[in-house]
């Protein structure tokens, strides 16, 4: 027997696209070239005379983002379960993200749990929310909210774990200039939020010490 897929219906705010008033390519690509002359080098030489088109291209691509809704990914879910109402987890999901303050990078990997109420959700959908949260300017404090409350939001689970490991590039390349390091920070929602023995669960399961 085929699933049974149902339709939900999130809250607006989640289903509403960030407005933003962009700029034209040209006005982009002007933009490159004067941040190429600020470095100290000089946008007419060879190397970089086509950077300016390939930045704003790559940039269309890592701020994608913005041109998606997350709670349109989890907007299908499966309630032929065969009765399972335990802990589902998708971990190890690798990311790419920006830092809202410097605009460099931010690399690491999202672990996502739920507890569902009848019904799950395609395990790529949440992966494809990390995804589209990343590509935006983040702060790692805000993505691993965000991540968290548009799932609890949409699926109506139980409860949602969010853990994030991510090392930060304005770290590691500017300023204190600390190499490796990383930030660990996490969210949790429902039965994991008032109950510290599921906390303690999701983390020894992210951590691959079972149950």
Not at 119 to 144: C, M, P, Y
Not at 155 to 184: D, F, W, Y
């Amino acid at each position: 027997m085929d699933a049974v897929i149902k339709k939900l219906m999130p809250q607006s705010a989640y289903m509403e696209k960030p407005v933003t008033d962009r700029p034209s390519e040209a006005e982009v690509e002007a933009a490159v070239r004067t941040l190429l002359r600020w470095t100290g080098d000089n946008p007419d030489r060879e190397g970089l005379v086509d950077t300016p088109k390939r930045v704003a291209k790559a940039y269309r691509e890592m701020f994608g983002g913005y041109d998606m809704c997350p709670a349109e990914e989890l907007g299908r879910t499966f309630e032929e379960v065969a009765g399972y109402d335990d802990l589902v987890i998708v971990k190890d999901i690798q990311f790419h993200s920006h830092c809202e303050h410097h605009m460099v990078p931010i690399i690491g990997k999202a672990h996502v749990g739920y507890l569902p109420d009848g019904k799950v959700v395609g395990l790529s959908k949440i992966a494809r929310v990390v995804d589209i949260f990343a590509h935006r300017l983040q702060t790692q404090e805000a993505l691993t909210a965000q991540i968290a409350g548009v799932i609890q939001d949409v699926l109506n689970p139980r409860g949602v774990a969010v853990m994030i490991e991510a090392e930060h590039m304005c770290m590691a390349m500017r300023g204190i200039r600390k190499q490796g390091s990383t930030t660990l920070t996490s969210t949790f929602t429902g039965v994991f939020k008032d109950t510290p023995e599921e906390q303690v669960r999701f983390v020894t399961m992210v951590r691959g010490g079972g149950i």
